[in-house]
């Protein structure tokens, strides 16, 4: 498991190699003890990687891994699918589904252990059916059925995802002015069942979490932070960084463009739909803003609106410099050869190509320049053997406490014991220092299960201060560090 956000990826997987051992269920386990959550967003795809895993005899993370790249092959078909449906020259369609591709964002978390992938899927899923349905002659309740279902799956396994869906269907209908459908019995039901969906599970989830139906007020804190934070010059700088991990620089740079462009020309069906969808992704983004620049993976449903604004920019780009060079060819031809008309030439062959070769160059260059940003920085070797060392030294069923640093981001972090296998508790080297720590001990002790303190490279200066208030003694000794038995 790489970082970035392995922390995440470690959660998921370990979620899932608990149900696996125990059986499917909402509430989710873990290897740290802290996370006191039990319930996220519906485990959908945690139950399917863990179903998978058993029935193939498979590794987790590579079957979480093989479901994520499924959903992104997939995805690139229902957006291929889907802009077709709204109308969107075959040049622009292939060219976004091509960003959406070679996204550094969107390929590296296609590799990764979370469930957004099968959220996003869902999402576009969703709205697809929605475009179909809308296009039917008379009402296609196959494709409404579709239409909702997907939607009602996307917002279980994660709302923030779909949440840019719900607003562009409905400034969809609002922009064409479509208020029958609007007000029609099928878009309110629609409307009313994703609604009570989040609410109901959110409801749920509170009262598993924190034994009370209401959100907690950190959590709201956590979710939507403050608006101070939206008008700080920093926190805007690292979303524009993550933004350009959504889409390499060239393409992040002329969206504008793009999306002027979009707006002066088109008044077909798709411009009520993509203005819709922007509408949609920029509210989500305003929304949970303080999520999009900590975690870049809620960026992920962005990808293919940015795509699209920057393939339409392409495609006219292209064309433009298509045309200008053409132009160019022909005047050069008369100065050089006056009698020369032509009346000889194809006026078409040009066109055919000139601008295939010019999209085949940026093809050609955007891959790479894409492959040269990939986001991927490798495992966390240090954990990972720290890990494998702890797990050679300790029993199955042992209770770990973990040292980690002070200033950890998250100290209930899964990523230590996770890589360990073992269940326990992550500890400050400051936190193991206080006088109430041989009474966390002594609780531990309590369960009748092998206890142990790993020590980190790190920390060994502070072996012999950590293990004063406990009994115990060294069992293992390693490049990584010290496990320590702890027995009173």
């Not at 998250?410 to 992550?426: E, H, I, V």
């Amino acid at each position: 498991i790489e970082n970035p956000h392995d922390f995440r990826q470690t959660h998921v997987a370990s979620n899932i190699e608990f149900y696996m051992a125990n059986g499917l269920s909402i509430p989710s386990e873990s290897y740290s003890r802290a996370m006191s959550d039990r319930v996220y967003d519906f485990p959908l795809y945690q139950h399917m990687v863990a179903t998978l895993s058993r029935l193939f005899d498979g590794d987790p993370v590579v079957t979480g891994r093989l479901i994520n790249v499924t959903c992104y092959l997939m995805l690139s078909a229902i957006l291929f699918f889907l802009l077709s449906a709204l109308e969107v020259k075959d040049t622009i369609s292939v060219l976004s589904v091509w960003i959406v591709a070679i996204s550094p964002l969107h390929t590296y978390y296609s590799t990764a252990v979370i469930p957004d992938n099968l959220a996003i899927l869902f999402s576009f899923a969703s709205l697809f059916f929605f475009v179909k349905d809308h296009r039917s002659p008379r009402p296609a309740w196959r494709y409404y059925v579709l239409f909702v279902g997907f939607g009602v799956l996307a917002a279980l396994v994660k709302n923030p995802i779909y949440l840019p869906i719900v607003i562009a269907t409905t400034m969809f209908l609002i922009s064409r002015k479509d208020f029958a459908t609007l007000l029609s019995i099928r878009f309110v039901a629609y409307l009313l069942v994703i609604g009570l969906t989040v609410v109901a599970f959110k409801v749920y989830s509170n009262h598993q979490n924190v034994g009370r139906f209401s959100t907690p007020r950190s959590e709201w804190i956590w979710y939507f932070g403050d608006l101070s934070e939206r008008l700080q010059l920093g926190a805007n700088l690292w979303l524009v960084k993550n933004l350009s991990e959504v889409a390499t620089w060239p393409f992040l740079l002329i969206v504008p463009a793009g999306l002027v462009l979009f707006v002066k020309n088109e008044r077909n069906f798709s411009r009520h739909m993509m203005l819709g969808l922007a509408t949609g992704s920029f509210v989500t983004v305003m929304l949970f803003f303080h999520l999009m620049f900590i975690h870049n993976y809620y960026l992920l449903p962005t990808t293919f609106i940015i795509a699209f604004f920057a393939a339409y920019a392409l495609d006219r780009g292209v064309r433009r410099l298509g045309d200008g060079l053409r132009r160019t060819r022909l005047r050069w031809r008369s100065h050089v050869r006056p009698e020369w008309t032509g009346s000889r030439a194809d006026p078409a062959l040009g066109a055919r190509l000139l601008e295939p070769g010019l999209m085949l160059a940026i093809i050609v260059a955007g891959t790479i320049l894409a492959n040269g940003q990939r986001i991927g920085q490798g495992p966390d070797w240090d954990a990972v053997n720290a890990g494998l060392f702890i797990a050679n030294n300790t029993e199955d069923d042992a209770l770990v406490f973990y040292i980690v640093d002070d200033d950890l981001l998250d100290p209930t972090n899964t990523k230590y014991l996770y890589f360990a296998k073992r269940t326990g508790d992550n500890v400050t080297s400051s936190e193991a220092l206080q006088e109430t720590w041989p009474d966390r001990v002594r609780e531990a002790l309590a369960t009748h299960r092998p206890v142990y303190l790993f020590v980190g490279r790190a920390h060994l200066a502070l072996l012999d201060r950590l293990t004063a208030a406990v009994a115990g003694h060294p069992v293992a000794r390693g490049d990584h560090g010290v496990v320590y038995r702890v027995t009173g």
